[in-house]
């Protein structure tokens, strides 16, 4: 027979998971993101627009010879900064907004939280696709959560609920990159000749070295 678990303990248990599911879920945010903007400067290259821009700056310091020349390649990169049609977003596999008579008022789409209404958008989402599904590791978090929840909840003991961490735990997400805490004799582990130094803790004094016994005064008999 377990020791019996209040509800007290299992909402701490539940609390310390949904601290770890919210650093599992930014740091996909996070990778998602530098996926984003790797691809963004991947196309800029591909495109040429990096070197336009550079282009467009040498340019600048001779604009009065060569504003024809600026306009010209400004209209070249403006062309992918234009708001997507109806067409370009379906072939982006995004369901363009509302539009009335074929024209769009409101870009409001987004791609995994992140604006999506320029044509540059909507090239972005297209590499992205050719990479890697990010929905999935949305979804695969979504059902983590609701067996880790549902596991904690089910638990009638506290030896069930500490299995039930045990085993979101034993996934590792720190391997991928999230900074979930380490286990206390983990750190104890790798940290624990280190951890009580002047170097890591400078703070706190070093122990004094106790030094051998003082040999006890002799009384001296009257």
């Not at 890697?132 to 596991?151: K, N």
């Not at 130094?197 to 040999?215: F, I, N």
């Amino acid at each position: 027979m377990g020791t019996k678990l209040s509800m007290a303990e299992k909402e701490m248990m539940s609390k310390i998971i949904r601290e770890d599911l919210g650093l599992i879920n930014a740091e996909v945010t996070k990778q998602f993101q530098a996926l984003w903007e790797k691809c963004r400067a991947d196309l800029e290259h591909e495109l040429g627009i990096d070197q336009k821009q550079a282009e467009i700056a040498g340019i600048e310091r001779q604009i009065e010879k060569l504003q024809e020349k600026i306009g010209e390649l400004q209209s070249k990169i403006q062309e992918y900064n234009h708001h997507p049609t109806v067409k370009d977003y379906n072939e982006a596999g995004i369901e363009p907004p509302g539009n009335r008579n074929g024209y769009i008022y409101n870009h409001d789409r987004t791609y995994m939280g992140i604006a999506v209404n320029s044509v540059m958008d909507l090239l972005i989402v297209k590499r992205i696709k050719t990479l890697c599904d990010p929905e999935r590791p949305i979804l695969m978090l979504s059902e983590i959560a609701q067996s880790a929840y549902r596991a904690l909840i089910m638990a009638g003991t506290y030896e069930e609920a500490r299995k039930a961490y045990e085993s979101f735990y034993n996934l590792d997400f720190r391997r991928f990159g999230v900074k979930i805490p380490r286990r206390l004799d983990e750190i104890k582990k790798v940290e624990g000749k280190n951890l009580m130094s002047a170097t890591v803790v400078p703070a706190l004094p070093a122990p004094k070295e106790e030094g051998p016994p003082e040999e006890s005064k002799k009384v001296q008999s009257p």
